[in-house]
């Protein structure tokens, strides 16, 4: 189950140590293994096995490409605990040899799990999976810093979009679940921020049943429209569903002829693979070739952490975790994720902070924040919880 | 009115006609070949007017471009077609194409010409190419995504800088190793050695610097910032560097930030900023180095800066995305 053999967690040189030998530096990837989503309502969708882990691989042969150069080798150590495991009993195992580097691919409560047990108290956990605005906000952890954009940061970034477009009058149809609910309200907060309206609101509890019938799309073809004909007028339909209940089914279901956006649809997000800006696409490249598929988001969140250790190892020469926490909260530090400009963290929240990209499902629209958003610090700090607004509290 | 109308446009195309082939006769004026990289073209203006001589299509996503030491081609690394276009500076055609091996960004010349050096962006590989042969003498392995080249007046150093590995990599032309390797700032673009041969710049697209280094000890000797008022850090992205000859002045493009850096290379202060198109990436002197030309991805265009007054002067339309651009005297 764990296979930390052989594994310090300091910096270590190598056994046979010459003047050569390159100094190596472990990075644990630890995961769950997750019951999966079960069917999807696209054949077009998978869930392959390696979601995140194959981004972190790809991601540490490319830092110990600039190690070889430096004499530093990062090794991945994957950690995948049964599912239901109790992460905190877990958490010891890993912590053993001292304080780590985790790239946590981890839902909301394990992360806070793992967080919060005594022996990570020193460990420096990169969240490489939630977008949870609550992570960010009340249930921050000093010892945790989050790579993908949050709940609010995605609304905003849409919002913009939106009203750059002056689609300004949106329908918020929203889901049954808690994080539904989340959405909804980071919906509403972004019209207020950017001057929209949400002009009807719907709750709609979807009960997907059976997901794959051979007539399946003439009951859509029903229930969709009726879900969507409220008799006001309105621009866009913003749809909140977290987990993938039913909105994709919305697009040219609608009673109204309206685009879709939201959590489906339009949507925003941190990477797809129909991107290739801001050499993207030499990134898109070499996963493709190492992976043998396309790089998700959440690969690319495992890209980036293991990036952002490998620039506080080689740039910022960090040895240690907490060293490494103290450089990833400096202004010395600034990682390159293919958006055009350096990534850095915003320090009250520890949320990496990132353009966001405006996709489609082939193809990406748009990137936020859109020109003309203005910000007295960082145009960036348009998106999602700016720093007079957090509720983040940090111990330090 | 129509008539006389009429007259005036034939006459003018008349004289230029005339002027055309008093060019072929005599050997054209100056030429700027621009190359386009979405449009799969090369854009050729003319040095005194900027108006649009012709349109050359090339192969696949053309980035990369120079002129030979001879000035008798101007060279295109076609990066979706593994290739590079010979073009021909006098028919304006493209008269052979050189196998380069994967996604060629950019390449450059042996002093004498007799070699090409191409990074293979896909492939963290230099190529070293023999011109007239066409065929591979090496392949040197170097960090990701490698980008800029330079090379030293002597001949003996090739530099090329990998954007993933931020790092500028010094490359022996005798034994083709690799001798040093030197950690800039995030994502290097271009290198340059200044003119007395004494450093070597090397640009950091999204660090959003310039690291001086000492090409004998290797070491980053000054890392020069921008900061421009009104204009986010992060949208500072420096990309193209040239000195002028006497070396007293450089000039540093800086991407999304829309502007040209004067820069002291003395003192390393930033003197002014040019605001220029969007975007530009690339920057090359007129033959007589009395201009400057930048490449404005975002605009299409290409901004015509005055050096001794260092403004811009005027901005003339080229192909979509023009990446670089190449000058024949």
Known sequence: MLALAGMSNSFVAAAAAGPAAARSFPIVYLREAYPGPGIMPSLLETNPDDLGLAGAEEGTSEINTTGKFLGVHFKLYVVTLQAGADVAAQARKVFAPGPAVIVADLDADDLLKLADAPAARHALILDIRTIEDSLRQRDCRANVFHILPSQAMRTDALAQFLVEKRWSRWFLLQGPTAQDAVYAADVRRSAARYGARVVAAKSYDYNPGSRRSDTGYQQIQTQMPLATQIGSDYDVLFVADETDLFGDYLPYNTFDARPVVGTQGLVATAWTPAFQSYSALQMQNRFQQFAHRQMTERDYGGWLAVNIVGDAVMRGRQTSPAGIRAYLRSDGFLVAGFKGEGLTFRTWDQQLRQPVLIAQPLMVVSMSPQAGFLHPDNTTDTLGFDRPETQCRLAQ | ?329
């Open chain 2, 1 to 329: 009115m129509p008539s006389r109308a009429m007259t005036g446009r034939s006459g003018a195309l008349l004289a230029l006609a005339v002027l055309l082939c008093s060019f072929a006769a005599s050997g054209r004026a100056s030429e700027l070949f621009v190359s386009n990289e979405v449009d799969d073209t090369v854009t050729v203006l003319d040095g005194d007017s900027y108006k649009v001589i012709a349109t050359i299509p090339t192969d696949q996503r053309p980035r990369g471009i120079i002129e030979t030491p001879d000035h008798k081609a101007v060279l295109v690394c076609d990066g979706d077609s593994n290739n590079i276009d010979v073009i021909d500076t006098k028919t304006l055609k493209v008269i052979r194409r050189i196998d380069t091996g994967p996604d060629p960004e950019t390449l450059a010349t042996s002093l004498s010409g007799d070699e090409l050096y191409v990074s293979n962006e896909n492939n963290a590989l230099v190529t070293v190419i023999n011109y007239a042969t066409g065929k591979w003498i090496t392949q040197v392995p170097v960090g990701i995504e490698p980008e800029g080249l330079a090379v030293s007046r002597d001949g003996r150093t090739v530099v090329v800088v990998s954007e993933e590995t931020s790092m500028a990599h010094f490359i022996d032309t005798k034994s083709w190793q690799v001798v040093a390797n030197v950690l800039v700032d995030t994502r290097p673009r271009v290198a340059v050695y200044t003119p007395d041969q004494r450093y070597l710049w090397v640009s950091s697209e999204v660090g959003g610097t310039v690291s001086v280094i000492d090409p004998r000890s290797h070491q980053v000797v000054h890392v020069i910032n921008f900061q421009i008022p009104g204009v986010d850090k992060q949208y500072i992205g420096p990309i193209g560097i040239q000195f002028t000859a006497d070396g007293r002045t450089a000039f540093v493009a800086l991407g999304r930030a829309n502007r040209v850096a004067v820069v002291d290379p003395g003192s390393y202060e930033v003197e002014k900023y040019i605001l220029v198109g969007q975007r530009p990436w690339q920057l090359t002197f007129s033959a007589d180095r009395s201009r400057l030309y930048v490449a404005n991805g975002l605009t299409n265009d290409v901004t015509i800066i005055d050096v001794s007054s260092e403004k811009a002067v005027k901005s003339v339309p080229v192909g979509r995305l023009p990446w670089g651009i190449a000058v024949v005297p």
